[in-house]
């Protein structure tokens, strides 16, 4: 039980935050092949340190290279400990390359962003392209399964996480796939662009909820 | 391949096994005549075979022992210089590779020893070995 | 005249000279025996790793590979022939089930080497038809899964495609890739058919180069590193002996394994002539001096010796030779009957020229300073010292011998010192052991007379000890260095090892995947936990490497291994595949409820080393953004041929078990039919977890 409490103490929003974002992805958001330091999550943590917005914020990167969405629903009770207050899901990429059901994936993203919305935690969700060569048909599911559940559950949506930074050999690592110091720089202001309202937004309503 | 190495593995146990046998027969080739002496001065078959056991047992004991430790620190070097480290202790081997060595030079000993014994006395007068 | 006295000498002591040259001759017999069959396993070993790459030189990039590339290669091997090859993931569907897919095309004619077998009895490249742009082959686990025939069509892509044949065997199956998602080969037009590589597609180019015969890059290590520097990190340049992988160091280690035998049966021959010779010599001491007090001069004497024992070295080896040329033809057979070795063409001219050397060349090199010894003790000129040089003749020669049979400076300096210290250790170590017993008084006179005897005439004893020694070492030494090689290379009985090798089994899919097995009633073994993690800092210095510098091509290898995270997990005791090797087990379950002090973790043996880990050293893991830190306890070896969950890192059980996580498991032994249901109805019943036939990658990586 104390240990338990250790690792909610560790992980739950210090006095000095007012805000908490938790990124829940796969190695994309982990950053896989560059240091802790130089994720996204933490290059917007920088960026929020340096005053990007009002207000104090404690980013948590809870990614996990070579997860699915299989590992969400669990990953995401983990954190709930911590009391998140948004959830930025960056999750299926591994799914699609995996060829796994989209059913399957779609299933799994749901149950997790209902859980997140049961815990009042709001939800940014960040859509993911598969490759052409896995075809047109595959392709096009997991584009749509996105979108449904962005439409379902009214979600925030970032359309693409490698929005400009795919395909470009100066943002990548050298196996092409994951993005290099430059390519997360580049994820960093697409994702900070779409979180940053939303975070101003959430924190004027909990400030308000707490009057 | 594991096959493969096992061969190569029992060819270097022949080969190690057979040169002992060839230096312990021929250090009886070269006693003959010393034995035909001895044994021309009363010395009993059961005394030369005695001192045989002596010197070539306990030669092929205290050789053969330190020559199995040697290995086993041999091997540890070099798999450290050659199989990045991949060594491990098995008493089994070194223990075997001992005991096949006492037992082959033992018989041998006996064998040739008995034979080198068993040598006319006339050999003494002969030039012929 | 002096070869004619020779030649008596020979015929007046029949026994000595049959017993010499017969010792001679089953020395080198032994050394003929292990060299060709060292040659054979070579050639085998040095085939077998250029069929697992297909070529002489590889170049593998995520990113198109362009004219200027080829051009790089080509300017150091103007006569080089290159193909392409692609490799594309895609997905298919055939009677309403999807499949993740390997795409795989290439050239007419690539790979250089290996051939893929085909169920219709054809192979390629061979006799089978070139596959048509409408055309695949697929991999018989892909027909099992979705029931496809030959014959019925697969959506690849944007095109449909024909099923033509079933690869029955591909030496050139990746474990990471292919093994998850079975195989497709397709032709380069039928990818442009399917159009599978367009913007955005994830696509594994690589050109494959044959080298012209005898020419060998991995043996020039200058030139090679000299190619890689001449491309930038995107592209990765493999030849056959490449050691990034399992296999490559397997190789490796065989190789110099078989260097060391060479040089153990050279080492042996030589011993027993190097013992014949001095022993001969030292007992014709009075027949020499006989013969100078009878008027043969010393230069006599000396030509007399030389040409006796020369006379005996090479009957002894023309009948080796001899012998070995007859053997040839059994050995053969029995090696093709026994091992797992395709032999086509055993014989080879190299063991017998070295055989020659040792032979004859070795007992001259030997024999002269023995031979000038005796000789000046005959003419009693024992003032006289043999010439350094005279000496050193044959250790120099045995040396330059030890480097080209085992074909590595590193394998023969190892060696030799070795044998140099243990001789430097013994001799007067010897000399004093033999001066105390000639003073122990002992009441058998059997025994004192032993004692006296090998006292008296130390050079003898000295000479059988160090006979005995040396073999007894050498004895040992092979089988000792094969144990512990093959727990790293052999792959577990089948009857032992798993079938099925899963992961991505999620927490709360264990019991369901129990309750499966057993009602399924299959095996459900080895279930470990893995738990993904952050390497921080070792001993409180960072560990991770930045790269926003300019890193050189091995310092950015180095820091994407060092930033890339890892699989940890955790248990309570070591498992059937693991044994300790330095340290102590675990204390326990971890009880510190303030999770002030680390835990207790246990580290793979060569992941230590490459790490510089020692015993008590501190490591800090970032766990999904918690920090744990763990103490080394202990080193453990790892045959990670077994094919059972391994990790190099694992933790006490109590600290990481409420982490989150995945699990790791295996299926136990099935029948290629029962594998087959197992991975549909796993497939259907457990979408995200991915299954590896495990015995279809051993294929691969057995050597």
Same mark, same amino acid.
């Given at each position: ?166 395909g470009d050999k100066n943002?990548?690592?050298a196996?092409g ?35 | ?129 | ?56 030189l590889e170049l593998s990039s995520r990113f198109a590979l362009e004219d200027r590339h080829v051009k790089i290669v080509e300017q150091y091997?103007?006569?080089a022939t290159h193909l392409s090859s692609l490799d ?17 095309a290439?050239e007419?004619?690539y ?48 095109? !449909? ?27 380069m037009?039928?990818v442009k058919?399917?159009?599978?590589i367009?913007f955005?597609s994830?696509v594994g180019y690589k050109v494959g180069f ?17 190619i890689k520097?001449s491309f930038d990190s995107t592209v990765r340049i ?172 590193? !394998? ?279 299954? !590896? ?11």
């Amino acid at each position: 039980m104390n240990k338990l409490f250790l690792i909610l103490l560790f992980l739950s929003t210090p006095a000095w935050a007012d805000l908490h974002v938790l990124f829940m992805g796969d190695s994309l958001s982990e950053g896989y092949g560059v240091t802790r330091e130089h994720s996204f999550p933490s290059v917007i943590e920088k960026k929020l340190d340096e005053g990007a917005v009002p207000f104090k914020v404690k980013v948590t990167n809870g990614s996990v290279s070579g997860s699915t969405s299989a590992n969400a629903p669990s990953r995401l009770k983990w954190f709930l400990k911590s009391k998140p207050d948004i959830l930025v899901l960056a999750l299926g990429a591994n799914d699609g390359l995996r060829g796994i059901d989209v059913k399957s994936s779609s299933d799994n993203l749901a149950k997790t962003i209902a859980t997140a919305k049961e815990n009042n935690i709001r939800v940014v969700l960040t859509g993911m392209l598969i490759p052409p060569n896995y075809g047109a048909d595959y392709r096009d599911k997991f584009s749509k399964m996105y979108l449904t559940l962005k439409n379902k559950y009214q979600l925030d949506f970032i359309p693409f996480l490698l929005e400009g930074v795919a395909g470009d050999k100066n943002l990548n690592q050298a196996d092409g796939i994951h993005p290099n110091d430059k390519g997360h720089r580049v994820m960093a202001d697409n994702v900070l662009k779409v979180l940053k309202p939303i975070m101003i937004e959430e924190f004027k309503q909990r400030q308000k909820a707490k009057r | 391949m594991s096959q493969a190495l096992l061969v190569m593995a029992l060819l270097s146990v022949i080969v190690g096994l057979m040169v002992i046998g060839f230096i312990i027969n021929h250090q009886m080739l070269t006693r003959e005549k010393d034995m035909a002496l001895e044994k021309m001065l009363g010395l009993s078959t059961r005394s030369m075979m005695s001192r045989l056991r002596f010197e070539f047992i306990g030669i092929l004991f205290i050789a053969s022992g330190l020559g199995v430790i040697g290995s086993l620190l041999m091997s540890y070097l070099l798999s450290v210089v050659l199989f990045d480290g991949l060594w491990a202790f098995d008493p089994i081997l070194p223990t075997l590779s001992f005991v096949m060595i006492m037992l082959v030079g033992v018989s041998i000993v006996e064998v040739l020893g008995r034979k080198a014994i068993a040598t006319e006395a006339a050999v003494l007068f002969r030039d012929a070995d | 005249m002096i070869l004619r006295l020779a030649a008596r000498e020979i015929k007046n002591h029949p026994r000595f000279s049959f017993f010499f040259v017969l010792s001679v001759l089953l020395g080198l017999l032994g050394l003929t025996a292990i060299e060709s069959f060292k040659g054979v396993v070579q050639t085998n070993l040095q085939s077998r790793s250029k069929e697992l790459l297909g070529a002489d030189l590889e170049l593998s990039s995520r990113f198109a590979l362009e004219d200027r590339h080829v051009k790089i290669v080509e300017q150091y091997f103007e006569d080089a022939t290159h193909l392409s090859s692609l490799d594309i993931f895609s997905m298919t569907s055939f009677n309403g089930a999807s499949r993740l897919i390997q795409v795989r095309a290439q050239e007419n004619g690539y790979p250089f080497y290996g051939k893929l077998l085909l169920r219709s009895n054809t192979q390629y490249p061979g006799d089978a038809t070139p596959l048509a742009d409408n055309e695949a082959w697929i991999y018989p686990e892909l027909a099992t899964q979705l029931n496809i025939k030959i014959g019925d069509e697969l959506p690849i892509g944007e095109a !449909v495609f024909k099923v033509v044949d079933i690869v029955e065997r591909d030496i050139q199956q990746s474990m990471q890739t292919g093994a998850i998602a079975p195989r497709v080969y397709l032709s380069m037009d039928g990818v442009k058919r399917g159009e599978l590589i367009k913007f955005g597609s994830t696509v594994g180019y690589k050109v494959g180069f044959k080298f012209p015969e005898g020419v060998q890059i991995d043996k020039d290590k200058d030139l090679l590193d000299r190619i890689k520097k001449s491309f930038d990190s995107t592209v990765r340049i493999s030849t056959p002996s490449s050691e990034e992988d399992q296999v490559g160091r397997t190789l490796a280690y065989l190789g110099d394994f078989l260097g060391l035998v060479s040089l153990v049966a050279l080492f042996l021959a030589s011993v027993g002539i190097l013992y014949l010779f001095q022993a001969h010599l030292r007992h014709k001491a009075a027949d020499f001096a006989t013969l100078h007090a009878i008027g043969m001069e010393r230069g006599k004497l000396v030509r007399f010796m030389l040409y006796h024992l020369s006379l005996l070295s090479m009957f002894g080896t023309v009948s080796s030779i001899t012998f070995g040329l007859i053997l040839m033809g059994p050995l053969k057979s029995l090696a093709f009957q026994f091992l797992p070795i395709e032999i086509d063409n055993l014989f080879s001219f190299k063991p017998f020229v070295l055989v020659l050397l040792v032979g004859i060349a070795s007992p001259l090199f030997l024999s002269i300073p023995l031979i000038l010894k005796a000789s000046y003790l005959a003419t009693r000129k024992n003032a006289q010292k043999v010439p350094v040089l005279a000496w050193a003749a044959w250790p120099l020669f045995f040396a330059i011998l030890s480097f080209y049979v085992s074909k590595s400076f590193l !394998v023969a300096g190892a060696f030799l010192g070795g044998i140099i210290i243990f001789l430097l250790v013994l001799i007067p170590l010897l000399r004093l052991c033999l001066n105390f017993i000639s003073k122990v008084k002992v009441k058998n006179i059997n025994l004192r007379h032993a004692l006296l005897r090998s006292s008296r005439t130390w050079a003898a004893t000295l000479s059988i000890f160090l006979a005995v020694f040396y073999c007894s070492l050498v004895f040992n030494l092979i089988p000792q260095l094969r144990t512990n090689l093959e727990n790293e290379i052999s792959v577990a009985n089948p009857n032992v090892r798993p079938s099925i090798f899963l992961f991505d089994v999620q927490d709360d899919q264990v019991e369901d995947l129990k309750v499966f097995s057993s009602q399924s009633n299959l095996p459900l073994t080895n279930i470990s936990p893995m738990v993904r993690a952050r390497l921080v800092s070792i001993n409180d210095e960072k560990y991770e490497i930045d790269t926003d510098q300019k890193l050189t091509r091995e310092e950015e290898r180095n820091a994407r291994f060092r930033n890339r995270g890892m699989n940890l997990s955790y248990a309570s005791q070591l498992n059937a595949s693991e044994k300790l090797v330095e340290g102590r087990e675990f204390s326990g379950v971890y009880q510190d409820e303030s999770m002030e002090s680390p835990a207790e973790i246990s580290i793979e043996q060569r992941f230590a080393t490459r790490l510089g880990l020692n015993i008590g050293d501190i490591l800090e893991f970032e766990i999904l953004g918690m920090p744990i830190k763990g103490k080394v306890v202990n080193f453990r070896s790892v045959r990670w041929t077994t094919f059972m969950p391994n990790f190099f890192i694992v933790f006490q059980e109590g600290i990481l078990n409420d982490a989150p996580k995945t699990f790791l498991a295996t299926f136990g032994q099935l029948s290629s039919q029962l594998k087959d249901k197992l991975q549909v109805d796993l497939f259907k019943k457990f979408p995200n977890v991915s299954a !590896v036939d495990i015995g279809r990658v051993i294929e691969r990586i057995v050597v």
